[in-house]
């Protein structure tokens, strides 16, 4: 197994926590004071979900003290497993180039890991956020994205069924959806993906060390 250690992941949180702050630096230059400074200055928008991250952005300002408590709060870090490992559950896919597993030819890169469980297992939230889509994505089957306002999202797809609007705030660890194999899928799993200023990341890289079991 490729987990990194502890202090990998410790590094890789400052640096985006360093990286965030960084972001939030023209807000405390315009030196506006109030609850209007804008927090997602400079943090570059998925192109795809443009609108539902401006419907994020309308509905959610926090002063420039929220966002650091956020920033410093592993809460709103994607680092709880959305499903647990244990006597079912398993990775049956990991984060990059793989066969394609629907036609079994062509190579891909798979930018999500696959956390295979079965039908209807409960999907948890890695952080908490605001849920800025929560439709039927195509080949993705029944996703939901989140985003966790520190430019991490984290995204949950082939659900069949998904206990979420868009515009609800989710909690950590809350059950968000069940697992299914909607979309193009060759079984009952969660492709689970998170995303830091808009590009996929290796979710293992944020993610807990994995329980035993
Ligand atoms: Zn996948």
Redesign the pocket.
């Known amino acids: 197994m490729k987990f990194s250690s502890p202090i990998q992941r410790i590094l890789r949180r400052t640096a985006a926590f360093l990286i965030t702050a960084a972001l939030a630096l023209p807000a405390l230059a315009a030196g506006t004071g109030g609850t209007a400074a804008a927090p997602m200055t400079g943090r570059r928008s998925f192109d795809a979900l443009s609108s539902a991250s401006e419907l994020f952005q309308s509905e959610i300002t926090l002063s420039l003290e929220e966002i650091k408590a956020r920033e410093e709060s592993d809460e709103y870090i994607p680092h709880v497993w959305p499903v647990r490992l244990g006597e079912f559950g398993y990775i049956s896919?990991y984060y990059g180039i793989r066969i394609d597993?629907v036609t079994g030819e062509g190579s891909e890169f798979?930018?999500?890991?696959?956390l295979a469980d079965k039908p209807n297992t409960k999907i948890h939230a890695a952080a908490s956020g605001v849920v800025v889509e929560a439709m039927d994505y195509g080949g993705y089957g029944l996703t939901i994205l989140i985003d966790h306002g520190n430019g991490y999202q984290s995204r949950y797809?082939?659900c069949n069924s998904m206990l979420v609007s868009e515009g609800d705030t989710v909690c950590q660890g809350q059950v968000i959806a069940t697992m299914g194999a909607t979309g193009r899928a060759t079984g009952v799993?969660c492709?689970?993906r998170i995303y830091l200023n808009g590009e996929p990341i290796d979710p293992l890289t944020v993610l807990d060390e994995p329980e035993e079991g």
Do not use: G, Q, R, V
């Not at 798979?110 to 696959?114: F, L, Q, R, S």
């Open positions: 896919s597993p798979h930018y999500a890991i696959d797809s082939h799993h492709d689970f």
